[in-house]
C-alpha cells in the first residue's frame, strides 16, 4: 500500500512516499516499527525480524556499522552503506547499488534494513511477493516439510502407564521408542518437528 512516512536515515529527516508491504516469514505474519520499504525499486526488510524468524543467527556490530548472519553454515557479511557483501569468504555486489541502511520512523528506534532478496538468496531460503495482499513472502525451503507440534496432553494412569498425546499439523512418521531414563525422564524423538506451542 502507498505510504506517506516521515524516516529517519542517513542523520536526516525524509518524508517517504513509496510503497509499505506485508511481511510473512514461514507462514507467521511479522509486524515491525518499520515496515519492509522500497529504496532503488528493491525492498529492504528489518533484519532481525525476518532472519531470526527462519532459525540465522544475527549480530549487528555498532561501532564498525557490520552485519553478520549465520545459518546452515553459511556465513553472510554486510555493512551499512555499503554494496559489497561477503558470502563466506566471496565478494559479491549487491545489485541495483542498494545497501544496508539504519532506519528509523519519525520517534521510533532506528531498525536494521537489508535487501530482503538478496540476503534472504545468499542464505539459501526462498522469496516470493504476494501482489493481491502486497505481501512479501520468505520461506526456509525446508520449512513445509517440517511437523509442527502444536499441542500435547500427557496422562499418567499408574506407575507403568503414560499416555502422550500430540496434536500436530501433519501425520507423524519416524517417531523413535520412548525411552525412560536413570533419571526418570520419558523421552521420544519426533524427527523434523518445530515447536509452535504458547
Same mark, same amino acid.
Given at each position: 500500500q502507498a505510504a506517506t512516512l516521515m524516516l529517519q536515515y542517513d542523520g536526516e529527516t525524509h518524508e517517504y512516499t513509496g510503497s509499505t508491504f506485508g511481511l510473512l516469514v514461514n507462514n507467521k505474519e511479522i509486524k515491525t516499527s518499520v515496515e519492509p520499504l522500497i529504496f532503488n525499486e528493491y525492498a529492504l526488510v528489518p533484519i532481525r525480524e525476518v532472519f531470526e524468524a527462519v532459525g540465522a543467527t544475527v549480530k549487528y556490530l555498532d561501532l564498525s556499522q557490520q552485519i553478520f548472519i549465520e545459518y546452515n553454515n553459511i556465513f553472510l557479511r554486510l555493512k551499512i552503506g555499503s554494496n559489497i557483501a561477503y558470502v563466506d569468504a566471496d565478494e559479491y555486489e549487491i545489485p541495483g547499488g542498494v545497501?544496508? /541502511? !539504519? %532506519?528509523?520512523v519519525e520517534g521510533s528506534d532506528a531498525k536494521t534494513m537489508v535487501p530482503v532478496r538478496f540476503v534472504s538468496e545468499s542464505l539459501g531460503f526462498l522469496v516470493d511477493f504476494d501482489e493481491e495482499s502486497g505481501t512479501i513472502i520468505?520461506?526456509?525451503?525446508?520449512?513445509?516439510?517440517?511437523? +509442527?507440534? %502444536?499441542?500435547?496432553?500427557? *496422562?499418567?494412569?499408574?506407575? !507403568?502407564?503414560? +499416555? /502422550?498425546? !500430540?496434536?500436530?499439523?501433519?501425520? !507423524? *512418521?519416524?517417531? *523413535?521408542k520412548p525411552v525412560y531414563t536413570d533419571s526418570n525422564v520419558l523421552y521420544f524423538d519426533v524427527p523434523n518437528a518445530i515447536h509452535n506451542l504458547n
Open positions: 545497501t544496508p /541502511m !539504519l %532506519i528509523g520468505v520461506e526456509d525451503p525446508e520449512f513445509n516439510k517440517k511437523v +509442527t507440534l %502444536i499441542s500435547y496432553n500427557c *496422562s499418567v494412569y499408574d506407575d !507403568l502407564t503414560v +499416555t /502422550m498425546e !500430540l496434536k500436530t499439523d501433519k501425520e !507423524l *512418521s519416524g517417531v *523413535s
